[in-house]
């Protein structure tokens, strides 16, 4: 169906006089609360509804969608000043990104939809082969989710889509936790093939979509030095690092995670792959079992700490980077002479200058040397939205540390 907001003609929203709307003439997506006139009717929108947006001399912008309940008051959509939001539209935002998706991957395992960065502001996208994952993180994505599911099947043949709507994004626009089974059905855990390595995700009951497919391109850079070694996969989710560890060829891989059902996961890809003699679990705290490796004297030729954001926001950002300080600090001396620090950081608050002095900090400290090989990013199916840094937020770092 279409959306009622587009039945009738748009409401207005304009900018401050002192708003800057050159970012926004030039790509950038937001409107923050103070940058708009909240007047009464403005304040009195139904959150998620769809807008023209105008400069303070009520010269248009685009067409925005609303949220009077979020910082973000204002996502641009279209600045096209005529365009109809509704299924057809969403369908052709769809095509455009899945025509990139099945250029850089032979296989349909992949983020389909990057929210901003697709053109589809707060909508996050995974496909697993015949089933898709949507994450509506937007209040406008919320009312229109039937739409959105209905334009994901007819261009790309998915049978069956998961609604996951949980997460701190959706708390910040004033959306509930919700998550649901909007078309197919589903039996369990499904395998995913990716870089030699199979991955079990749970589309219903797992961690954001069921699996992190932004690490793809750093899981593999890592395995290059997994042959013959002993891994150590730390916050290892459903097996990451260390199912493409075990695929590369290493003697042995530790996943730990606090999650007990992450853990299960990871061993079903190891048994999935025949690797599962080679592969081990922990469940616990991070720290805590850093330190009791630590203590315990063993080390690995391969060691990987993965955490979620510890600085996701800039308010968190200096406990934060103390986190990936203690981190590195703790990690650096389990690696055996000569070995591999992998270390990652997904908090768009802390930069990549501030998240890699944070970890050369905590290597020092923790008494060894190295060499910074590589940085990676996110990969290809992430795209970043040049004017916003937020759609940049992965950093992985690969150290060799000295005998």
Known sequence: MTDPAQQTPLPTVRLKPKAEARALR???????????????????????????????????????????????????????????????????????????????????????????ADGLPGVVIDRFGDAAVIQPNAAWAERMIDDLAAALIE?????????????????????????????????????VPMNGAIYMADLMGGQKTGLFYDQRPNHAFAARFAKDARVLDMFSHVGGFGLAALAAGATSALCVDGSAAALELAGQGAAAMGAQDRFAVRKGDAFAVLEELGRDGQ?????VCDPPAFAPSRQALDAGLRAYERIARLAAPLVAPGGYLVLCSCSHAADLTKFRNASARGIGRGGRRGQL???????????MLPQLAESGYLKTLVFRLAP
């Open 155 to 191: 261009v790309t043949g998915v049978s069956t889509i998961v609604k996951n709507g949980s997460g701190r994004a959706r708390s910040l626009e004033g959306l509930g936790d919700e998550t649901s089974l909007l078309a197919g059905t589903l039996d369990g855990p499904l395998p």
């Open 26 to 116: 030039h790509g950038f997506p937001w409107v923050y609360a103070d940058e708009i006139v909240s007047d009464r009717r403005t304040m009195a929108l139904t959150p998620g509804v769809f807008a023209r947006l105008e400069d303070s001399d009520r010269q248009p912008l685009g067409i925005v969608t609303v949220n009077p309940a979020s910082r973000i008051v204002a996502r641009m959509l279209d600045r096209d000043i005529e365009a109809t939001i509704d299924r057809a539209w969403l369908a052709t935002r769809i095509a455009r990104a899945l025509e990139l998706r099945e250029r850089l991957f032979d296989a349909p395992y992949y983020r389909l939809v990057h929210a901003e």
């Open 373 to 383: 090989l590589h940085t990676g990013y996110a990969g290809p199916d992430h795209p």
């Open 299 to 303: 080390q690995f030729e391969l060691v």
